[in-house]
């Protein structure tokens, strides 16, 4: 099995930074893409930002040259760098995604449980 878990969440004030990891473990033999995501209350889960297993990423319009996706290919591990935070877009809860192929060489795509970004004006 995989799993995906995320940390660094938390509150910060409007024009802050935070640097969120998430971390894939379990039956891994390899990992495509890696990506975040994100939902505010009342609103559907939306993309942020995408890394291939080669370093190449994307953005969503909304973060480009605010935040930045990086990875560790050795580590299994993800992250976001998110700079100049704005209240309230950037307040929600911030998921993780892997597609994962395991070691019985199936493929999935794996999400994390999550963790809470909430930016203050």
């Known amino acids: 099995q995989v799993r995906l878990v995320e940390s660094g969440g938390g509150l910060v004030q409007a024009g802050g930074s935070l640097k969120l990891s998430c971390s894939a473990s379990?039956?891994?033999?390899?990992?495509?893409?890696m990506a975040w995501y994100r939902q505010a209350p009342g609103k559907q889960r939306e993309f942020v930002a995408i890394?291939?297993?080669?370093?190449?990423?994307?953005y969503a319009d909304s973060v480009k040259g605010r935040f930045t996706i990086s990875r560790d290919n050795a580590k299994n591990t993800v992250y976001l760098q998110m700079n100049s935070l704005k209240p309230p877009e950037d307040t929600a809860v911030y998921y993780c995604?892997?597609?994962?192929?395991?070691?019985?060489?199936?493929?999935?795509?794996?999400w994390g449980q999550g963790t809470q970004v909430t930016v203050s004006s």
């Open positions: 995604n892997a597609n994962v192929q395991t070691v019985a060489r199936s493929t999935g795509l794996y």
């Open positions: 379990g039956s891994i033999f390899s990992i495509n893409n």
């Open positions: 890394i291939t297993s080669g370093g190449t990423t994307n």
